[in-house]
């Protein structure tokens, strides 16, 4: 079964730098969301598009926005980057309301 | 305090026993609870979800329900060395946005 899809894989950035990150949620998936790991942490809720609006909005920085495209992929702009940035960010998609699944997500590091 | 909580563990059990996961969340709005396993540096598996109070089962895994007492576990039977990972249990709102605890390192040893 396909699942979510995440690119690039990994990212290294210096900083102050601007990242894009993918996100390609499983076929006929409508909701997206996004998640940042930290070490040793357990994920945390970003932000989350349904049929291509904004619904949910958790803890995402300013320096930081997304959006939802027509064929439903998301990408997550992250700028002005931060070490602090540096963490695994997760796509999930699902059948709003439904179960979410993760995508492999995209390891991200700033120097 | 955060809103769901997990003993981070490690939690040790023997091949072939049985691994008792727990969690308590405080928001009552919580409508459905999920655990998720996660291998280190991978992405959360979606091992189980339930919404109603009572017992899932589901193979050799079962998720059990309390919205009274807001308590949510996992029990594993016959536990494998490749069981062991980090289960995140998660509780999620109306608007379904996943509200994870911090996650419990289980190791089965051989």
């Known amino acids: 079964a396909a699942g979510v899809i995440q690119s690039p894989r990994h990212l290294i950035k210096e900083k102050r730098e601007t990242a894009t990150l993918k996100c390609y949620p499983i076929p006929r998936h409508d909701t997206v969301y996004w998640y940042q790991q930290g070490p040793g942490q357990d994920p945390q809720f970003l932000i989350s598009f349904y049929e291509k609006m904004q619904s949910d909005k958790g803890s995402i920085p300013d320096r930081f926005s997304a959006q939802q495209f027509s064929d439903y992929h998301s990408e997550l702009n992250m700028s002005s980057l931060e070490l602090g940035d540096s963490a695994l960010y997760f796509c999930?998609?699902?059948?709003?309301?439904?179960?979410?699944?993760f995508g492999p997500g995209t390891r991200l590091t700033v120097l | 305090q955060k809103e769901v909580e997990q003993n981070s563990g490690p939690l040790s059990v023997p091949e072939g026993a049985i691994a008792s996961l727990n969690c308590t969340y405080s928001?009552?709005?919580?409508?459905?609870f999920f655990w998720y396993r996660q291998y280190s540096g991978k992405s959360p598996e979606l091992i189980m979800f339930?919404?109603?109070?009572g017992d899932k089962e589901d193979g050799r895994f079962t998720a059990q329900l309390n919205k009274a007492s807001q308590y949510v576990s996992l029990l594993i039977r016959d536990s494998q060395p490749s069981d062991s990972a980090t289960y995140l249990c998660a509780a999620n709102n109306a608007g379904n946005m996943l509200t994870f605890g911090g996650g419990t390192r289980l190791m089965v040893k051989p």
């Open positions: 339930i919404y109603s109070n």
């Open positions: 999930a998609s699902s059948l709003a309301p439904g179960t979410q699944y």
């Open positions: 928001d009552r709005g919580s409508q459905s």
